[in-house]
């Protein structure tokens, strides 16, 4: 999925592939349609899709594999054809192999005067444009060196592709690509919204994804339960309106602690970004040495030097916790993180508090090095009542994993981090996935753009903000997220993704929260 990939109309409910495979013949018997009419259906949707996005199209190269991914592509071909489109098929494995609905798909395709090729070492010079039918939702690894080749040579053609349902190569659950995958420009998916189309890298591959319920999407819907939700950009509106005889005190109140030596501007950016979501009062802790800096840039905060005292003052005063921007790894750091964290037993002056216990937390940055410190057995380490948002390389800090295990399955990622270490999960990256109990929302909205420094900083500030006005922990993660992605989106559209700089996404996260 491009930067400028649009999900509009895109449904919200996400599915795995064996629920869609499953779902599909039990909703198609349900409607009393043939199995092979809905291939057709299928065809037929791309085709009129290849249409719009592309009107001039005058030559066509359509590229087949040995399953029903393949039987669509012979439709299309078929479709193409009739419309005096000139139409290369590329047959990858023998035409033998197809059986069912994909060879008869392919025989209706001949009937009519198509030929099929052996795939090529070049795509013809004259192509407009690719349609990439050649494997389906079924792979889970690698694709075979054959596939690998064609896929490979496809992905060099200076012309757009089109794929059917999924880009070759990639895994409809997970996101994750385990060798060559096709880099679509455009994604015609079918009947239900496949998980792996919206996250990880999915989306440097899915291209603008468009969506087709070939007339069984509500008996679909009926009939299975979703594995996940995707955001849509009206779930902003659920944020409470401000009250007209509201006052800062009624606004919430957000105690933020990092900023160590020479690492002021992590917790500038979170303080600025939660006054910009419209919390009531922040007071910001931090090294000595920040404070200056720290008043000079922002000058709603309260900021002071952490002490003890002074901590446990401001624990007791504040409705949320914001922990770790520009928090560091030093002995300072490390202090004021057992200090803070009010699970360790071996720090008891904030322990018998019952305040600081029930306090709602935001944990991120280097809070989630600390917090990855503890041994992930210990359920001291676990709480309910915290937000985490750990980027994948802190992810797999936490779980004790390689980088790529993350990255390989993202949902199984967060799902294990909630079932650690409790509350709600935010991980982070390209389609970031919020995850509480069974619960998980994948986020439509951000861009390349936000691979910057500070971007969490802001997304934390985002969500302690939400947090201290009272929405709920779920929710305030959720919506956080997402605004602060729309938020970066439309800095992105103003000035470019590249240079994008989390200073200038914090004024669009006013702008958003009051357009809701």
């Not at 998980?195 to 087709?212: D, I, K, P, S, Y």
């Not at 002074?310 to 200090?339: I, M, S, T, Y």
Request: hydrophobic share 40%.
């Amino acid at each position: 999925m491009n930067a400028n990939t649009s999900t509009t109309s895109l449904p919200s409910a996400l599915y795995t592939a064996q629920q869609v495979r499953e779902g599909e013949v039990v909703a198609a018997k349900a409607a009393n349609i043939p199995m092979y009419d809905l291939m057709e259906k299928a065809g037929n949707a791309v085709f009129e899709r290849l249409c719009v996005l592309y009107p001039n199209v005058a030559n066509l190269l359509v590229c087949c594999g040995k399953g029903n991914n393949g039987g669509d592509g012979y439709i299309i071909a078929r479709l193409a054809r009739e419309q005096g489109i000139n139409v290369t098929l590329w047959q990858i494995g023998l035409p033998d192999a197809l059986q069912g609905d994909a060879k008869s798909a392919m025989q209706r395709y001949v009937d009519s005067g198509g030929e099929i090729s052996a795939p090529t070492n070049h795509v013809p010079d004259d192509t407009d444009v690719i349609v990439d039918a050649i494997l389906g939702t079924g792979i889970a690894g690698a694709p075979r060196d054959f596939y690998n080749h064609v896929i490979d040579r496809v992905n060099q053609a200076p012309c757009p592709i089109l794929s059917v349902d999924i880009p070759s190569g990639l895994c409809a659950d997970t996101g994750h690509v385990a060798g060559e995958v096709i880099s679509a420009k455009h994604t015609v998916t079918f009947i239900a919204m496949k998980q792996g189309l919206v996250t990880g890298q999915a989306r440097n591959c899915v291209g603008e994804l468009l969506f087709a319920g070939l007339g069984l999407q509500d008996t679909f819907e009926q009939q299975q339960t979703p594995n996940a939700f995707l955001t849509q950009a009206d779930w902003l509106s659920v944020i409470p309106e401000r009250s007209r005889i509201a006052h800062k005190g009624s606004n919430g109140k957000l105690c933020l602690i990092g900023g160590n030596y020479g690492m002021s501007g992590a917790a500038i950016l979170a303080s600025m970004a939660s006054s910009a979501t419209g919390v009531g009062l922040v007071a910001a802790l931090c090294h000595k040495d920040s404070i200056v800096p720290f008043r000079a840039r922002c000058l709603e905060a309260m900021v002071a030097e952490i002490r003890a005292d002074r901590l446990k003052d401001k624990l007791a005063w504040a409705d949320v916790l914001c922990l770790g921007p520009g928090l560091g790894r030093d002995n300072w750091a490390e202090n004021v993180f057992h200090q803070v964290d009010c699970n360790q037993v071996s720090f008891t002056s904030l322990q018998s508090d019952p305040k600081c216990a029930q306090l709602k937390r935001v944990y991120d940055a280097d809070a989630l090095y600390w917090l990855a410190r503890l041994s992930p057995a210990n359920k001291k380490a676990r709480s309910e009542n915290r937000i985490l948002t750990p980027h994948a390389g802190e992810a797999a800090r936490l779980l004790g994993v390689e980088v790529q295990e993350v990255e390989s399955d993202r949902y199984k990622a967060a799902n294990d981090l909630q079932n650690i270490y409790g509350g709600v999960v935010v991980l982070k990256g390209a389609g970031s996935i919020i995850c509480y109990g069974n619960k998980r929302i994948v986020c439509h909205a951000g861009n390349p753009g936000m691979a910057s420094g500070g971007m969490g900083d802001v997304l934390a500030g985002v969500i302690s903000a939400l947090l201290a006005q009272r929405v709920p922990l779920m929710q305030a993660a959720v919506l956080g997220t997402l605004l602060h992605s729309m938020a970066a989106d439309s800095a992105a559209n103003d000035a470019g993704e590249i240079g994008l700089l989390a200073s200038e996404v914090i004024p669009y996260v006013r702008k958003h929260i009051n357009q809701r």
